[in-house]
């Protein structure tokens, strides 16, 4: 599958609760329609972590990628998000400054109790027919 010009990809876990909501919360805010989706567990979402050699058993939270730029990981993907999204969002990114180790410790925090919090689908939501072209593995 060809990738989407000029879009940043998030791949993230499909059967969390919580991500399929951070999804739904991004795109109700990505008003210059910069984001596509794919989850993790697609063939699509494993390819894309393979060729970045992402070891999707250690990383299973969201990634983020630039197509020809970059990828990012963990909160500096969920703070890069943020830079593209409406509102005060763009502000959120100035947490970048603080040191990664301190950001992923407590992103790690929160994605190791995101099921127990949250919960988990056995499967991947199907998103509304509105959504739909935002995803590329539907």
């Known amino acids: 599958m060809d990738l989407p010009e000029n879009k940043k990809i998030v791949l993230f876990d499909g059967v969390c609760n919580f991500c399929n909501a951070s999804v739904r919360f991004i795109i109700k805010r990505d008003k210059k329609d910069s984001f596509r989706f794919a989850s993790l567990q697609s063939d699509l979402g494993q390819k894309l972590a393979k060729e970045r050699n992402i070891d999707t058993s250690k990383v299973d939270s969201i990634?983020?990628?630039d197509p020809g730029n970059a990828y990012y990981i963990k909160?500096?993907?969920?703070?890069?998000?943020?830079?593209d999204l409406n509102g005060l969002y763009p502000v959120l990114?100035?947490?970048l400054f603080?040191?990664?180790g301190l950001?992923?410790?407590?992103?790690?925090f929160v994605a190791r109790h995101r099921y127990q919090w949250f919960g988990k689908s056995e499967t991947c939501p199907m998103p509304s027919e509105k959504e739909q072209s935002k995803f590329l593995d539907t």
């Not at 909160?75 to 830079?83: H, M, Q, R």
């Not at 950001?103 to 790690?108: A, S, T």
């Open 98 to 100: 603080l040191p990664e």
């Open 75 to 83: 909160s500096t993907a969920a703070l890069e998000i943020c830079k």
């Open 103 to 108: 950001r992923n410790f407590i992103y790690d």
């Open 63 to 65: 990634i983020l990628i």
């Open 93 to 95: 990114s100035l947490f």
